[in-house]
């Protein structure tokens, strides 16, 4: 089944303590993203990928790392987590033709205190 | 740059009413648009989509029109149900762009 994994889904951690959400796509996509969803801000891009060890800042990067060293994983990296970054986080690959339509994964609730 | 507006809401409607969510855009070119559904506690997935002026995008019984003259993709559905509860993303992608354009989204609650 084609999809996108991310892992954990749910996650409560504290300030400043190093983080990582894994993202994972078996379609062999080469662009991928993520993003995180607010109330009332709708989706916003963290970071995305064109392909392996090619990443680029989206909208609202500041806080956030990203590596692609293989074509189906693009890690979300958060070194020293704050509250502001309390939110739903969703990675999103994006097929190869047009009209490249998105597949998103199930997301991932963090909360930090 | 590119951007999508959509309505506002929650939108909120009795079973089997008709829905309209409303949609417009501003891009240069011709984009492809599309419209995303997300269920409670899920990702997006994509509802329908169109790649050129005046397609018909369909899914589910779901319908949208891609107007150049109006710069508009709303959504419609005759007869909606509960399960259609869900918020609902328009977004575009820019002629010559890999990376899509979201609007903020509009929650529709279905009730029996």
């Known amino acids: 089944e084609a999809q996108v994994t991310q892992n954990p889904r749910y996650l409560i951690t504290v300030t400043g303590k190093k983080l990582t959400v894994t993202c994972s796509q078996n379609?062999?996509?080469?662009?991928m993203s993520w993003y995180r969803q607010d109330p009332g801000l709708g989706l916003r891009q963290i970071y995305y990928s064109m392909n392996v060890e090619v990443t680029d800042k989206g909208d609202v990067p500041e806080g956030y790392k990203v590596s692609r060293k293989e074509k189906r994983n693009f890690p979300l990296i958060l070194e020293s987590p704050s509250p502001n970054q309390t939110s739903l986080y969703f990675c999103?690959?994006?097929?190869?033709?047009?009209?490249?339509?998105?597949?998103f994964g199930p997301g991932t609730r963090l909360t930090v205190t | 740059g590119d951007s999508v507006t959509q309505m506002e809401g929650p939108v909120t409607l009795s079973e089997e009413a008709f829905l309209t969510i409303n949609c417009t855009y501003t891009a240069t070119g011709y984009p492809s648009l599309f419209w995303y559904v997300q269920y409670p506690g899920e990702g997006l997935q994509l509802l329908l989509k169109a790649t050129k002026a005046d397609d018909k995008g369909s899914n589910k019984g779901f319908e949208a029109t891609y107007r150049k003259e109006t710069t508009s993709f709303h959504l419609e559905k005759g007869s909606v149900q509960v399960s259609d509860s869900a918020v609902y993303f328009c977004?575009?992608?820019?002629?010559?762009?890999?990376?899509?354009?979201f609007g903020r989204g509009t929650s529709l609650i279905v009730h029996p």
């Open positions: 999103a690959s994006l097929t190869s033709d047009s009209p490249y339509e998105q597949y």
């Open positions: 379609m062999n996509h080469e662009y």
């Open positions: 977004a575009l992608r820019a002629q010559g762009s890999y990376i899509p354009t």
